[in-house]
């Protein structure tokens, strides 16, 4: 989404990854409130899933996405018993926050699977990397909505 700041047109997005931390447009809130949550672990991103701050199945798949790589990141220190029961602790937890929610499911799956094999460090940064494919493959599946629904309503 494209918003007018300080005179200067910005792009937003519904929530993203800087880090460790996701960011999150708080849609609750919305329209009469702006506010950006930031939140810094896998727990509380599962909480904003479950308590309906993000919505849509593209932006839930996208923050479980975010949530597996908080996870990853915050287990990165630990030895590869620790560091896959983690993350099956993690994936457990945001599985419960919706869970009929498609996409949560998909994003939490993909991101096991490329966590299987190799060294800690190594499957850190493939869990980061899935997860920004995640939101990148939302994006570009959106941007593709709106161009055939731009056709079918001859726009």
Not at 22 to 41: A, G, T
Not at 87 to 104: D, F, G, M, Q, W
Request: contains cysteine; charged residues 30%; positive net charge.
């Amino acid at each position: 989404m494209k918003l007018k700041l300080n005179g200067k047109e910005v792009e937003f997005f519904t929530l993203w990854r800087e880090e460790g931390t996701v960011k999150m447009i708080d849609q609750r809130k919305l329209p009469h409130i702006f506010e950006v949550l930031s939140l810094n672990s896998h727990e509380k991103t599962a909480n904003a899933i479950k308590n309906m701050v993000c919505r849509g199945a593209g932006a839930i798949g996208i923050a479980a996405g975010y949530g597996m790589a908080q996870a990853a990141l915050e287990a990165k220190s630990l030895c590869l018993e620790d560091f896959e029961k983690y993350l099956i602790n993690a994936s457990e937890t945001l599985a419960k926050t919706r869970p009929t929610a498609v996409n949560l499911f998909h994003a939490i799956e993909r991101c096991l699977n490329v966590a299987k094999n190799g060294k800690v460090g190594d499957r850190v940064s493939r869990i980061l990397s899935e997860s920004d494919k995640i939101a990148k493959e939302d994006l570009e599946a959106s941007k593709k909505m709106g161009r055939i629904g731009k056709y079918v309503i001859g726009g």
